[in-house]
Structures are given as structure tokens and as C-alpha cells.
């Protein structure tokens, strides 16, 4: 685990990955597969902007007036119809994003850290989130961190599979940012 953190700050501090070099007119999106149970990642040198969708996705219930609803019916509703309700009302193009773009325009940061993406399933979905924040966020570096694993291949396209188990073949323009060549470290 040191070596991969080691190789994210490589990473990520370099002049090449804040400046979005060697894309190939690609949106910077990253991706970050890791195990659930290594949630944490030291931040230094840089300034990161962190948004959590499960607490981001909380603040937009309770501006919309309708998380003290939504805490009072999961009980009494099905997971289908909670997932239903909750899927329209945090919709990504008409609520997140918009919610997202807000928090980057008052933030001064290099690389943005999108995390809470397992617990936000399956009312959001990853890719939903990468393909409407292609138009708000690729000023600057997005890294999300997804607990699961993340495979790329020519022949069967992208792959994020949640927790090791949950398959999704969906296409993601998203590069595994443990395949990015870490520089040393550039001092601004």
C-alpha cells in the first residue's frame, strides 16, 4: 500500500499531470481503484479540493427540503423505490454536477478528489458522474476514488467493478492513474 501512495504523490505532484500533459485531447479524469478498506490518502504539497458524493448528495436533500422525508420513509418503502426517488432527485446532470460546479468556482485547488462513490451506489453511479463533469471539471485534474478494481482493454473497453464484485462495463474516458508515469517531484 506505501508503494502505491507513494507513487500517487509521484504522480500527482508532477508538472505533467497538474498541467494535463500527454492526454491526447482527452478529459483529465482519473481513476483510482482501492481496496474499500484503504480509505485514506496523506495530502501534501499540493492543494486538494476533496468532494464526498455521499456527503454532497446529503446537503442537496436537506437544501431541497427533503431529507427529513427521505430519513422517514426507508423504512416503509422498497429498495427499488428509494433508489428510484433518490436516483431523481440527486440526478447528476440536474443536481450534482450543477452542486459540483458551485463548490469549483469558490476553491482554489490543483487536483480535485471526488470519494464517497461506494457509498452513493446505486442511487449515483460513477459514470454518470464522469460523463456530466466533462464540461464542468476539466480545468484541473479529477481523481475519483473508486473501491473496487478498474480494468482497461482494447478488446472489452473500461470496467469498474464496486467492492471486487459488482461488474459494470460501462465506457469510461477515465485513465487508471496507476498506469500514469510518476515524475519526481517539480517545487513550484
Partial sequence: MQDRFQHLFAVMSGQRFLKKLGLGNEVPFFICPFEPGEARLEQAGFRILEINLYDLSVK???????????????????????????????????????AIATTLAGADFDVLFLSGVGEVFPYIRSHNVLNNLQSTAKEKPT??????????????????????????????????????????????
Avoid at 431541497?64 to 440526478?91: F, M, N, P
Wanted: hydrophobic content about 40%.
Fill in 60 to 98: 442537496i436533500l436537506k437544501e431541497r427540503g427533503i431529507w427529513e422525508h427521505i430519513v422517514e420513509i426507508e423504512t416503509a418503502v422498497s429498495k427499488e423505490q428509494l433508489k428510484e426517488l433518490l436516483q431523481g432527485v440527486l440526478d447528476p446532470e440536474a443536481h450534482l454536477v450543477p
Fill in 143 to 188: 481523481v475519483m476514488f473508486f473501491p473496487g478494481a478498474y480494468t482497461h482493454s482494447l478488446e472489452s473497453g473500461a470496467s469498474l467493478d464496486l467492492f471486487g464484485r459488482l461488474h459494470d462495463d460501462k465506457y469510461y474516458r477515465a485513465f487508471n492513474i496507476y498506469h500514469c508515469e510518476a515524475q519526481t517531484r517539480e517545487y513550484r
